[in-house]
């Protein structure tokens, strides 16, 4: 009876059971959070964004053999990156198996969820479609007392909205944050331009003893677009 309930009920309206954008994105989450092992047999490749980038440059970078993106949505001057919204749509357009956006956070403007609220309302401004949140932490903080805070304010408003994640590497992770560990319940994406798509050279840190993401190479140009290269691994 609860099969036939469920069948009518999708019948009536099929878009009441159909995953909605915030699902998919936790179930991304999911996937990168419990993830441990690699399997490169179903690897991806992928790019990550900071500049415009066109329909066509992200069809050049499928065919070779790119299958997901990150575009920054947020500068670190504190505004919300106004090529994102194109950027991320022409990334869909190319069909991209998924596309998320990072936050480049500006500490001395302060307010924290502000700058995430604000990075949310201009994509919702224009219907962009995107899957997680990524929070970078790099470049030029405060105390780490006041780094954690921050970052916890971050956190919070993001997950809010989105499935989150961090940008991290071991360097800058320890220069801003110390040992702290407030962090790990994240997905991470570390950055370490050994030009190898693996998870081999990963060393623990912050409270992570594992990573979702891999940014192996930057400050490339490929099919005439600036791009840093990156790796996600298979179950």
Request: charged share 15%.
């Amino acid at each position: 009876m609860q099969e036939l309930v469920l069948v009518l009920v999708c019948l009536v309206s099929v878009a009441s059971c159909m995953p909605t954008q915030r699902q998919l994105a936790l179930q991304h989450s999911e996937h990168h959070q419990n993830e441990s092992n690699e399997n490169p047999r179903f690897s991806l490749l992928g790019v990550d964004v900071s500049q415009p980038t066109s329909l066509s440059n992200f069809k050049c970078l499928k065919s070779s053999g790119h299958k997901f993106a990150i575009v920054r949505a947020y500068e670190s001057i504190g505004q919300p990156d106004p090529n994102a919204a194109a950027t991320v749509s022409n990334a869909w357009a190319a069909d991209f198996s998924h596309v998320d956006v990072y936050l480049f956070p500006c500490f001395r403007c302060g307010n924290a969820a502000g700058q995430v609220q604000a990075m949310v309302s201009h994509l919702e401004t224009k219907g962009t479609r995107y899957g997680m949140i990524w929070l970078d932490v790099e470049g030029s903080w405060g105390s780490q007392s006041e780094n954690r805070a921050f970052f916890t304010a971050l956190a919070e408003a993001s997950r809010s909205a989105k499935s989150t994640g961090v940008y991290a590497s071991k360097y800058e992770w320890g220069r801003i944050m110390g040992d702290w560990d407030g962090g790990s319940h994240l997905p991470l994406w570390y950055p370490h331009y050994d030009n190898n798509p693996s998870f081999s050279d990963f060393e623990a840190f912050g409270g992570w003893s594992h990573a979702s993401l891999k940014q192996y190479a930057g400050d490339k140009i490929e099919c005439g677009a600036g791009v840093d290269l990156n790796y996600e691994p298979g179950l």
